[in-house]
């Protein structure tokens, strides 16, 4: 299979091209607007991996997607939360494949809605939302809930290690909702809560407690959804030397008050001055996904999902599920036709694999009143 992975030489894109480009089944082409970045990227994957130049704001991205005949595309050049479909469209129109790893609420929500017609008529898949933002996340719910009566409350956070690479355009991401008023289902019913206000804290299996801040994902809209019945849906980001977080916390004190309109213009600064602070952080980071409900006996139930990612190796895990479905088109699996948002379309048993590849610890843990248990998967 031809794969194309537009932005395959930045901070996400490097890491899925390192995957793919052993496989025997895949064609791999590293894509972006510099040939020399996309070439000499190339050269140190070795196999049949090349590097080609495609602007994807140009209005020749159809026939350049012909003309390499590409069958999939992987979408890694963010961020999303203010791109519109061009992509996505002109990958239905040159009948291929689609996966992003976009973590913008709008952009994910949104999709299935405005591309699904388009590659139904290409008889392709579109997935958006391939990133540990729905995909790993729905995964780890449904494990954890599996064969629930209901689901009260589901709680995720995830606590990247201050060493690990980060790249401007996820910085960029984040500032853009700094601030800024964000619906979320709380006690069964939509509120306004601003983005990156008002941390609380967060404990790990595997870490020190750390304080966590709201952030606006596609889990906040579609998890109220998925799981019918559910009372509440928070996401939060929790970073590791607490002097950050304060000034993401200010930051939005700042915008909430008037005195700072674009906290997204500071990005550039910003991922500058975070090298600043990686002298008191750590190579440890990781997530937890914590759910309370109703279980299969009638009785109450709360547990924990916790994975650990030392090594500053946290950065692979947006990667894992985009990983995942492409080799999964690439061996001839069948996924659904149309548009779709990545919930449910990954086992987390399917991430194990990824996990162990790069020494990431994962613990499930039994939180209720009466004794706490884990289990190492």
Request: aromatic share 8%; proline share 5%.
């Amino acid at each position: 299979m031809k794969i194309l992975v537009l932005g395959g030489y930045g901070n996400f894109g490097a890491r899925i091209c390192r995957a793919l480009a052993s496989d025997a089944g895949i064609e791999l082409m590293i894509g972006g607007r510099d040939q020399q970045r996309a070439t000499g990227f190339a050269q140190t994957l070795g196999g049949a991996a090349r590097g080609v130049r495609i602007d994807v704001q140009a209005g020749d991205l159809v026939e350049n997607l012909r003309s390499f005949g590409v069958e999939l595309v992987i979408h890694t050049a963010g961020p999303f939360q203010n791109q519109d479909y061009r992509v996505p469209h002109a990958v239905a129109a040159a009948g291929a494949h689609y996966i992003d790893l976009a973590d913008g609420r709008r952009f994910v929500c949104d999709f299935p809605a405005a591309l699904d017609a388009a590659f139904r008529s290409a008889g392709r898949t579109a997935i958006a939302g391939a990133s540990t933002v729905p995909a790993l996340s729905s995964a780890v719910v449904d494990h954890l809930t599996g064969g629930w009566r209901s689901i009260r409350s589901i709680d995720t956070c995830i606590a990247p290690a201050q060493g690990a690479p980060r790249g401007e355009a996820t910085l960029a991401g984040v500032l853009a909702y700094c601030g800024e008023p964000i619906r979320v289902w709380c006690d069964g019913g939509w509120t306004d809560k601003p983005g990156w206000a008002n941390p609380t804290a967060v404990r790990f299996a595997r870490m020190k407690p750390r304080r966590g801040a709201l952030c606006d994902i596609p889990d906040l809209e579609l998890f109220p959804a998925r799981y019918v019945g559910v009372q509440s849906v928070m996401f939060r980001a929790a970073l590791e030397v607490g002097l950050a977080q304060h000034a993401f916390a200010f930051m939005a004190f700042m915008r909430r008050m008037g005195l700072l309109p674009s906290p997204l213009r500071l990005a550039p600064l910003l991922h500058s001055a975070g090298r600043v602070f990686d002298a008191f952080g750590t190579a440890l980071g990781g997530m937890v996904v914590r759910v309370e409900g109703i279980d299969a006996r009638g009785m109450e139930a709360r547990r924990a999902w916790h994975i650990a990612a030392d090594d500053n190796h946290g950065p692979e895990i947006p990667c894992m599920a985009a990983i995942l479905l492409a080799r999964r088109l690439a061996r001839g699996d069948a996924l659904p036709v149309g548009a779709h948002a990545c919930s449910g379309l990954l086992a987390l048993s399917e991430f194990e694999t990824e996990f162990a590849r790069w020494g990431m610890v994962t613990d499930v843990i039994d939180e209720n009143a009466t004794g706490h248990g884990a289990s190492t998967l």
